[in-house]
């Protein structure tokens, strides 16, 4: 992977910006996790973790760190100017060209279109700028919402993984879809 400038911006388009920020909106990322923490912890086994303010300074510290190695990232999604949520790329891997797509959308922030444009923003991103060969989505299968973005986009299902995750002293099975670089540009949305 390329060397990280010190500031990751990306305009989606006139409503949305993907930014890496250490601290920068900390507390409406926390708000918006705790405000809808009964509506985000069914399919997101850290936010019962996320318990202060300093809890996300942290995280978004440490996630600032990853991206300035080189090592994946998470970007806060700005709609209109506000925190909506997170995107970004987990398990990377640049020796095989491969990452996951992770995202969460606070509640009120449903129904815009606005992760469907940031993952599609984040596919081109990572398959053209940092020539990724191979992006994934997990979602878990109840999770209906979550699972439409990578079919919109054009991923494949390649199977439901049985008990990878534990969240809430249970294991969860995980739905994992696939796009690869050369399916891509034949994708059109």
């Keep these: 992977?390329?060397?990280?400038?010190?500031?990751?911006?990306?305009?989606?388009?006139?409503?949305?910006?993907?930014?890496?920020?250490?601290?920068?909106?900390?507390?409406?990322?926390?708000?918006?996790?705790?405000?809808?923490?009964?509506?985000?912890?069914?399919?997101?086994?850290?936010?019962?973790?996320?318990?202060?303010?300093?809890?996300?300074?942290?995280?978004?510290?440490?996630?600032?760190?990853?991206?300035?190695?080189?090592?994946?990232f998470a970007a806060v999604i700005l709609y209109k100017g506000k925190a909506a949520g997170m995107i970004g790329l987990e398990d990377f891997d640049p020796i095989n060209k491969s990452a996951s797509i992770g995202y969460w959308i606070g509640q009120q922030f449903q129904g815009r279109g606005i992760m469907i444009r940031s993952c599609k923003t984040m596919m081109d991103y990572s398959f053209y700028e940092l020539e990724m060969n191979r992006l994934q989505i997990k979602c878990m299968p109840g999770n209906y919402k979550s699972r439409a973005i990578p079919i919109k986009l054009g991923f494949s299902l390649e199977g439901i993984f049985r008990e990878v995750q534990l969240a809430d002293k249970h294991f969860r099975d995980l739905a994992i879809y696939s796009m690869l670089r050369s399916e891509w540009p034949s994708i059109s949305i």
């Design 1 to 72: 992977m390329k060397k990280a400038p010190l500031i990751f911006h990306i305009r989606v388009d006139n409503e949305i910006q993907l930014v890496v920020n250490k601290t920068k909106y900390a507390t409406s990322i926390f708000t918006l996790i705790n405000e809808g923490r009964t509506y985000l912890s069914p399919w997101l086994p850290w936010v019962s973790g996320v318990l202060s303010r300093q809890n996300t300074i942290d995280y978004l510290r440490i996630n600032y760190e990853k991206y300035l190695r080189g090592d994946g």
